[in-house]
């Protein structure tokens, strides 16, 4: 939740409105903050990992989650209403199928190396380049179960 109000703006104008505060860790940041939720979880620059990580700073994300939305309801709900929009346009069955993800391929290298041929011979692996036969764009706008929503806590972990 955290990374969203990043990317939102809504972290940047709450430290432009509070800082310097010496109770907020994030001031010292404020001119350097992550314009993206993925530059705030992962970019190896990021004031998380400067701060001491995701449970270091949890106490503070928190804080500045329920103050934001005190203080800027407007702001929360505009930046809401349009993530909402967004995913609803933007979000369908069969999305991030694809073959050769990082995270697919360091899996299986690691974990699988002999199942690492199979899976580059099966089906799913060709979702991404459209020799799939399943037509997933068609069947996600008659599933409307397949909506997803964030479980992450105020800190994106």
Request: hydrophobic residues 40%.
């Amino acid at each position: 939740m955290f990374g969203r109000l990043v990317q939102d703006g809504i972290v940047t104008r709450y430290l432009a409105d509070r800082c310097p505060d010496p109770t907020i860790w994030l001031c010292a940041y404020r001119a350097n903050m992550p314009g993206t939720a993925d530059g705030w979880l992962w970019d190896e620059e990021s004031p998380i990992y400067k701060l001491g990580g995701f449970e270091q700073l949890k106490p503070e994300a928190w804080r500045i989650v329920i103050e934001s939305l005190a203080a800027y309801p407007a702001m929360n709900l505009k930046a809401a209403l349009i993530a909402t929009i967004t995913q609803f346009a933007e979000f369908a069955t069969g999305d991030g199928l694809t073959p050769w993800s990082w995270n697919t391929q360091w899996t299986f290298e690691r974990f699988a190396p002999r199942a690492l041929e199979r899976y580059r011979a099966s089906p799913r692996r060709s979702i991404s380049t459209g020799r799939m036969s399943f037509p997933f764009r068609y069947k996600h706008w008659r599933s409307p179960c397949c909506r997803s929503s964030s479980g992450f806590d105020a800190t994106g972990g």
